[in-house]
Nanobody, 118 residues
Framework: QVQLVESGGGLVQAGGSLRLSCAGSGSIVSLNVMGWYRQAPGKQRDLVADITSGGRTNYADSVKGRFTISRDNAKNTVYLQMNSLKPEDTAVYYC????????????WGQGTQVTVSS
């Protein structure tokens, strides 16, 4: 089992910044993909960004150039630096740890609210 604890959400004005963190504990495999997803009210949960254990990153088009994902393998922690925030970034943000090899190794955090006011 893997436990994921997110932190860093909150309320910020448009143009501001927030940094999300997600710390994993338990049975962390070395080969994994860490990612951030978000879900706005009435919408589906979508990928924001993810990063492989080798450091390769992938971003949604809507956040490219504004958000940066990074990870600390020694701490089993993934970060999401969010700059130039827009009201449309308002959502619950979830972290996800998954294995690219084992389909049943797929864990989600509890979510953290990010609200961007105009």
């Amino acid at each position: 089992q893997v436990q994921l604890v997110e932190s860093g959400g909150g309320l910020v004005q448009a143009g501001g910044s927030l940094r999300l963190s997600c710390a994993g504990s338990g049975s962390i495999v070395s080969l994994n993909v860490m990612g951030w997803y978000r879900q706005a009210p009435g919408k589906q949960r979508d990928l924001v960004a993810d990063i492989t254990s080798g450091g390769r990153t992938n971003y949604a088009d809507s956040v490219k150039g504004r958000f940066t994902i990074s990870r600390d393998n020694a701490k089993n922690t993934v970060y999401l630096q969010m700059n130039s925030l827009k009201p449309e970034d308002t959502a619950v943000y979830y972290c996800r740890f998954r294995s690219p090899v084992f389909a049943n190794y797929d864990y989600w955090g509890q979510g953290t609210q990010v609200t961007v006011s105009s």
